[in-house]
């Protein structure tokens, strides 16, 4: 079953904004560590932005400045906004969280995967 469900991803033209969700289904999924990754086809899978449960932040290069991760805890739900897109944002954005107090942008420090959600930006 699906356990994180994305949200809010559709195409916009460069410059714009759109604000991503993903809510945790599940209680017993642990929300401590959450992150965004992102797949264009034909790359790799990269890190985004995670949060941890101090509020510390880290995010990609290409991406600061212009994204921003947040998480409501009482909600259960994590938050990705961008802003002043570009085409080569253009990517399914993942969701993803852990039991864990520290995390970064690795895969392998998230054991918790939602389906995505499509982000298309034209140029």
């Known amino acids: 079953q699906v356990l994180l469900v994305e949200s809010g991803g559709g195409s916009v033209q460069a410059g714009g904004s759109l604000r991503l969700s993903c809510a945790a289904a599940?209680?017993?999924?642990?929300?401590?560590?959450m992150a965004w990754f992102r797949q264009a086809p034909g790359k790799e899978r990269e890190g985004v932005a995670a949060i941890q449960s101090d509020g510390i932040t880290d995010y990609a290069d290409s991406v600061q400045g212009r994204f921003t991760v947040s998480k409501d805890n009482a909600r259960n739900t994590l938050y990705l906004q961008m802003n002043s897109l570009k085409p080569e944002d253009t990517a399914m954005y993942y969701c993803a969280a852990a039991a864990r107090w520290v995390c970064r942008r690795h895969e392998g420090d998230f054991g918790y995967w939602g389906q995505g959600t499509q982000v298309t930006v034209s140029s």
């Open positions: 599940d209680h017993t999924i642990s929300t401590d560590c």
